[in-house]
T-cell receptor, first 112, second 114 residues
């Protein structure tokens, strides 16, 4: 049973528009949610996170929203840039964020 | 300040051989995590180690896989008698402390079993 799901394998948006990446989870014990960005042949790079006690966290062009009742989180990128093209992984953890459960990723393509 | 260093980047082994993957955490980090990524899938947690201790190995296959993080030197993920299904990207991550701190990942070792 996959505890973290990213149901859209891919997303394509135009440069300057908003990118919205979605993630659902099933385990209500998760305390911490993270988004990682990954380029081919590289390791994941931490992007932004949110604690389960919050519903929004913003960092520059990146905003993560958490809806605990729906067990859903989303990453908004505004405005999207071609350099944002990568695979985005949603991850969730308990008290130790180093041990996380990852989704299968969404490949974002931002077209110039 | 160097990040998490993994070597080798690419490793080819014949079926039945042993594979050793090395990971040096970021300077000042004492927590190491190993993940495996199969093609078209997300990363799957394998094991969490601190110096000289295995803290959580709930994601490790029961046979052929082992990990260590000695007092001196890098963390080692060892796979004995490799099979084709072991072909994957293996990522190491490190963190400074074990609670609500994101982990920093290395570039991974891509293991190919032929």
């Amino acid at each position: 049973d996959q505890q973290v799901k990213q149901n859209s394998p891919s997303l394509s948006v135009q440069e300057g528009r908003i990118s919205i990446l979605n993630c659902d989870y099933t385990n209500s014990m998760f305390d911490y949610f993270l988004w990682y960005k990954k380029y081919p042949a590289e390791g994941p790079t931490f992007l932004i996170s949110i604690s389960s006690i919050k519903d929004k966290n913003e960092d520059g062009r990146f905003t993560v929203f958490l809806n605990k009742s729906a067990k859903h989180l989303s990453l908004h990128i505004v405005p999207s840039q071609p350099g944002d093209s990568a695979v985005y992984f949603c991850a969730a953890s308990g008290a130790n964020a180093g041990k996380s459960t990852f989704g299968d990723g969404t490949t974002l393509t931002v077209k110039p | 300040n160097a990040g998490v260093m993994q070597n080798p980047r690419h490793l080819v082994r014949r079926r039945g051989q042993e594979a050793r993957l090395r990971c040096s955490p970021m300077k000042g980090h004492s927590h190491v995590y190993w993940y495996r990524q199969l093609p078209e899938e997300g990363l799957k947690f394998m094991v969490y180690l601190q110096k000289e201790n295995i803290i959580d190995e709930s994601g490790m296959p029961k046979e052929r896989f082992s990990a260590e993080f000695p007092k001196e030197g890098p963390s080692i993920l060892r796979i004995q008698q490799v099979v084709r299904g072991d072909s994957a990207a293996y990522f190491c991550a490190s963190s400074g402390q074990g609670s609500l701190t994101e982990a920093f990942f290395g570039q991974g070792t891509r293991l190919t079993v032929v």
